[in-house]
T-cell receptor, first 111, second 114 residues
């Protein structure tokens, strides 16, 4: 069975600094990996995905993620954080017919 | 609005009552998913449909839960004899069906059982 771990419940970063939100996965075979963001009282919004090919994937709002097969990781990154990036971030793996989500990481960007 | 639509947005019900939620997916999407999310947790898979066929159900989906997608378009999720533990956000999502395609989520229905 597939699983996703987000080891940090919360990440704090100052506006303008780079940010990283960590994700590791466990799945047999080649994974399809996703990042979603959730703002208060909103549904999940798709940010980016890794299917195959280039290990660095670019997505919405300036976010990118780096796939590392040997470390089974798919960390979310952004070079310069904005206060408006503060939200709940979920990593997910699709293997078979459903998305399996991590527990989420709350990103707090302080002015 | 061409996104995934869920109704109602909020539902408060007394323990033991039945509730039904509706999801209207993006029109060209043939897959429809239901997830449950409790506060501070990631969404948990409940069930999914390929067109009108319900192809997979989680063990989380007790016999009090039933989902339908009668014409392969909108879907309903019914919870019978609600319990306080059913209080959660119920999320619907749709996708084009291939595992490498992203799912689009609705805003969810927040259920509170009192």
């Amino acid at each position: 069975a597939q699983s996703v771990a987000q080891p940090e419940d919360q990440v704090n970063v100052a506006e303008g600094n780079p940010l990283t939100v960590k994700c590791t996965y466990s799945v047999s075979g080649n994974p399809y990996l996703f990042w979603y963001v959730q703002y208060p009282n909103r549904g999940l919004q798709f940010l980016l995905k890794y299917i195959t090919g280039d290990n660095l994937v670019k997505g919405s709002y300036g976010f990118e993620a780096e796939f590392n097969k040997s470390q089974t990781s798919f960390h979310l990154k952004k070079p310069s954080a904005l206060v408006s990036d503060s939200a709940l971030y979920f990593c997910a793996v699709n293997y078979g017919n459903m998305l399996t989500f991590g527990g989420g990481t709350r990103l707090m960007v302080k002015p | 609005d061409t996104g995934v639509s869920q109704n109602p947005r909020h539902k408060i019900t007394k323990r033991g009552q039945n509730v039904t939620f509706r999801c209207d997916p993006i029109s060209e999407h043939n897959r429809l998913y239901w997830y449950r999310q409790t506060l501070g947790q990631g969404p948990e898979f409940l069930t999914y449909f390929q067109n009108e066929a319900q192809l997979e159900k989680s063990r989380l989906l007790s016999d009090r839960f039933s989902a339908e997608r009668p014409k392969g378009s909108f879907s309903t999720l019914e919870i019978q004899r609600t319990e306080q533990g059913d209080s959660a956000m119920y999320l619907c999502a749709s996708s084009l069906g291939e595992p490498n395609t992203e799912a689009f989520f609705g805003q969810g229905t927040r259920l509170t059982v009192v």
